[in-house]
């Protein structure tokens, strides 16, 4: 069992910065590929950023590509979402969360979730 925990979150001014960090427990960390989720009430839970378990491979939403960037330590289980030039439509609850190796958009696919993340971007 795996257990996520994310921290970070926050109220910023748009064109302002965050970064959110993802600290793993449980399970072998530096196996597993991680991505970043995001929701906002009443919608589908949407894609950001995915980072596969060695590092080596990234992908992103177009939304975000640009101005967010993922980033894992594997010496410290964690995975972090640096995320520049927010704007109001960057506003929702963050989610990371993990499957083995190999990076995928889809979120069905992921096979643990951590708690989420608020992050409120005025305008």
């Known amino acids: 069992q795996v257990q996520l925990v994310e921290s970070g979150g926050g109220l910023v001014q748009a064109g302002g910065s965050l970064r959110l960090s993802c600290t793993a427990s449980?399970?072998?960390?530096?196996?597993?590929?991680l991505g970043w989720f995001r929701q906002t009430p009443g919608k589908e839970r949407e894609f950001v950023a995915a980072?596969?378990?060695?590092?080596?491979?990234?992908k992103y939403a177009d939304s975000v590509k640009d101005r967010f960037t993922i980033s894992r330590d594997n010496a410290k289980n964690t995975v972090y979402l640096q995320m520049n030039s927010l704007k109001p439509e960057d506003t929702a609850v963050y989610y990371c969360?993990?499957?083995?190796?190999?990076?995928?958009?889809?979120?069905?696919?992921?096979?643990?979730w951590g708690q989420g993340t608020q992050v409120t971007v005025s305008s």
């Open positions: 449980g399970g072998t960390f530096s196996r597993y590929a």
């Open positions: 980072i596969n378990w060695i590092g080596g491979s990234t």
């Open positions: 969360a993990s499957r083995g190796f190999a990076l995928t958009t889809m979120k069905d696919r992921y096979d643990y």
